[in-house]
C-alpha cells in the first residue's frame, strides 16, 4: 500500500517583516495564497529504512538525506507514535527548489500528510498543524492552502476569503537564494533604521475578499524584495520585462529569487509568459491561478 499526497505552492501577496527577535527569526504579517503549482509526494512501507528519492527537473538539488523536511516530517511523526519511519518517500518535484515558493515546505507537509493516512495515527489536525510549525515557518500553509494571513514568524494561521481566481505568471531564475541568507541582507539593510512592527493590510484583505486583480495588484508589497534584488541584481531585469508586457503587478516571490506576475485574466498571462521567455531575464516560466487547495491525498 502506498498513499500519495498533491501539495501547492504558494506566493506571498505581502509579506511584512519586523525587526530580528532575539531568536533570530522575524515577526511577519504575511498573507499567502497558495497557487496550482504542485509537488507529489508518495510514501510507501519500506523494509530498509527512511529513504527518499526525487524526480523532475531541478531533482538534482533536493537533498536526499535527513535535512529534507519530507523526511524530518515522517521522523517527527513516527516519534510522537512511538513508531519507526520505515517508509520510502518519493517526491515528484514540480515547484522550484530555493525558489521563494514554499517547495521545500509542501514536500514536508505532504509527507507528513502521506504518513499520517498511512500509519493511521488518528492525529488531529491541530496536532499535524503545531509539528508543522516545528518543522518550518511555511510549513503550516502548505498543510491548510487557499488563502490565510500568517503571524507570528508566519506560522500563526488565519484563513482569509477569496472572491474569485488570481491569475499569475512565475519566472524562475538561473540559481536559486537562501531564505536565512535573504533575512540576514534584510537586517543588514535595517541597519540603524526603525523597522516598524509588520501590519497586515486591510485593503489587500479586501481585494483578496473581492477577487478584484487590479485591487491586488495596487497593495501587494514584499519587505524582502530589497534584499533579494541586492543578493541578486539581475532579478531587477525580469521584473521590468513583466511589467512591460502588461503584467498589473511584478514582485520578488517571498525570499526569491523567483518572480511574480499578477495579470488580468489567462490570456494575459500567456502573453506575459511568452514576452518573458523571449526576454532572456530568467530560466523558465510557468502559469498559474489560486487559492488552491492545501495538501490533498489523491492516491492510496
Ligand atoms: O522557519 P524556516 O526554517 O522555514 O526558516 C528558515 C530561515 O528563515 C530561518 O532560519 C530564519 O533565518 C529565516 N526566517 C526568519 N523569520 C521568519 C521565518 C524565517 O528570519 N519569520
Redesign the pocket.
Known sequence: MSVTVRVPAKVNVQLA?GA??PD?????A?VFLAVGLYDEVTVTPSADGLRITCEGSDAGQVPLDRTNLAARAALLLADRYGRSADVHIHIAKDIPVAGGMAG??ADGAGALLACDTLWGTGASREELLDICAE?????PFSLVGGAALGT????RLTPLETGGTFHWVFAMASRGLS??A???EFDRLAEGRHVPEPVASQELIAALAKGDADALAATVTNDLQPAALSLFPELAGTLAAGREAGALAALVSG?GPTTAFLVRNPESAAAVQRALAASGTCRSVRTASGPAPGATVTGR
Do not use: K, Q, W, Y
Request: net charge neutral.
Open positions: 517583516v530580528a527577535r533570530g527569526f522575524h515577526d511577519l504575511n521545500g515546505s518543522l518550518g515557518s511555511d510549513v507570528g514568524r508566519g506560522e531564505t536565512p535573504v533575512f540576514r525570499s
